[in-house]
């Protein structure tokens, strides 16, 4: 069996280990990356963020194309589906991406090693030692070598994390699915339930909604994201139900069965009990981190009580020289997240004084109109008794949301009363997913709504409506 020595070794190659791969490299260090994927990027690049945003912009073309075009003075014959070439285009833009992770490897010395890694113990050396299942050495340094086992003097685990299946409705890859499953149907089904009003059951919710689906979304809760700021959440629901999506809120799926070649869920909600028919139902309850098979009981590596690792300041595991980041640590299961600590964990083996603003991390649901939010919502403002002033502009009297007919929306800033200082921001509206960046860069240097609204805006562009809303915490907008 033969064995490589490296500075770090790790485990996973999504947007947390392929990051901390990077960074290390570039810091000096020799990595090697065991990746059980023919594909580097993880969930997030192969079925998660990339494939799913490269649908919503299609189906968003699509729509536009078929409900909105003869407003802007374009005619045209009604648009005709091809969801294979939609498909294909979906699958090109990963393996570019990919295919550039691999590049990346090459290009910063990253051996490559394809199988499944777990945890095998330190040798009498003190090096931490991975065995590789079915592992071979990949294109990372152009070689190819038969591996079984390599060491490592630090190991960082970044696995990520899998959907969680409900016990009493198991996947079955064809009418009970998982998001991967539903980002390459080879058919718009005609009524697709889903299960979960989080951002993957509303984003793919709203592609197969815009091809011409009937959805209806089931969520046990009272709204859906319910993390966001209430006025947010509301108006949310209002846009999508205008799209045409139905909403049982308060409502939970008790079973599935299969009848006359027909999908039929039972579900609970208000009402009482009822059956509802369906194509395919999309389960989207949540995640759970990918623990199993690595070993971490023989490695005394401990978890919390929801299953994730426990870790330090450093991303440290209760076993010296053992690291994990990302969906496999407590905290929102975001690829941004998880590549923020990748870089933070890489530079602090080298001593810097790196950390992760865990405060303003932004969360982001790319339905139309998207919703972006950081900080404080105005509900935990109230219930933690901190003073605030609110701002809200909307995006009907900004002229650039006018020119393009996207006027639906707002932003919403909430800033200490006293201070000033940006608590929370929040936006629903034409492109949030990319003004959310204007807040969290001022709330992570400690800015106020003052310093937004004192800063240059083009005109006419959709981050004026920024600056309305920092202004309006004052009640001196212009344009409102």
């Known amino acids: 069996m033969s064995e490589i020595f490296f500075d770090l070794i790790i485990i996973g190659a999504g947007p947390g280990g392929y990051v901390a791969a990077i960074r290390a490299a570039q810091l000096g260090m020799t990595v090697a990356v065991v990746e059980s994927r023919s594909a580097l990027g993880g969930v997030c690049l192969n079925e998660g963020c990339i494939p799913s945003k490269a649908l919503l912009d299609s189906s968003e073309y699509f729509a536009l194309a078929r409900d909105r075009f003869s407003s802007h003075g374009i005619e045209i014959p009604p648009p005709v589906l091809n969801l294979g070439r939609m498909m294909a285009r979906k699958d090109d833009v990963v393996k570019k991406l990919t295919d550039g992770v691999a590049f990346l490897f090459k290009k910063n010395g990253i051996t490559l090693v394809t199988g499944q890694g777990r945890l095998a113990g330190k040798g009498a050396d003190g090096m931490h030692r991975v065995e590789v299942k079915n592992g071979d050495q990949g294109p990372g340094t152009g070689d190819r070598e038969d591996s079984k086992a390599i060491r490592g003097r630090r190991v960082l685990l970044a696995t990520g994390s899998a959907a969680v299946e409900l016990p009493f409705m198991p996947f079955d890859d064809e009418t009970v699915v998982s998001a991967r499953e539903a980002l390459s149907f080879a058919t718009v089904p005609e009524h697709l339930l889903v299960v979960g009003a989080g951002y993957i059951g509303l984003e793919l919710g709203s592609v197969?909604?815009?091809?011409?689906?009937?959805?209806?979304?089931?969520?046990?809760?009272?709204?859906?994201?319910?993390?966001?700021d209430g006025q947010v959440a509301d108006a949310l629901v209002r846009g999508l139900k205008k799209q045409g999506i139905a909403f049982r809120f308060e409502?939970?799926?008790?079973?599935?069965?299969?009848?006359?070649?027909?999908?039929?869920?039972?579900?609970?909600?208000?009402?009482?009990?009822?059956?509802?028919?369906?194509?395919?139902l999309l389960v989207a309850v949540g995640r759970k981190p990918l623990t199993g098979g690595l070993g971490l009981e023989a490695a005394e590596v401990k978890l919390d009580d929801h299953g994730r690792i426990v870790v330090d300041e450093n991303y440290q595991t209760s076993a010296p020289g053992i690291y994990a980041i990302g969906d496999l640590i407590p905290g929102p299961m975001l690829a941004h997240k998880a590549m923020e600590e990748a870089v933070v964990f890489a530079e602090r083996l080298r001593g810097e004084a790196s950390q992760v603003d865990y405060d303003y991390l932004p969360g982001i649901c790319y339905t139309w109109p998207e919703v972006a939010s950081v900080g404080k919502t105005e509900e935990q403002l109230k219930a933690e008794g901190v003073p605030y002033g609110s701002g809200r502009f909307s995006f009907v009297a900004n002229g650039r949301a006018r020119c393009l007919d996207e006027t639906e929306g707002f932003v919403k800033v909430l800033a200490h009363q006293q201070s000033g200082r940006l608590l929370g921001v929040h936006i629903i509206g034409p492109r949030a997913s990319d003004l959310i960046a204007e807040a969290v860069t001022a709330m992570t240097y400690g800015g106020t709504a003052q310093d937004v609204a004192m800063t240059f805006h083009a005109h006419p562009t959709f981050s004026e409506a920024m600056k309305e809303a920092a202004l309006d915490v004052e009640k001196r907008a212009i344009h409102a």
């Open 208 to 228: 197969w909604r815009r091809l011409g689906a009937r959805v209806t979304v089931v969520e046990m809760l009272p709204k859906p994201l319910p993390a966001t």
């Open 251 to 280: 409502t939970r799926v008790t079973g599935v069965t299969k009848r006359d070649g027909q999908t039929v869920a039972s579900i609970e909600g208000p009402g009482g009990s009822e059956e509802l028919p369906c194509s395919a």
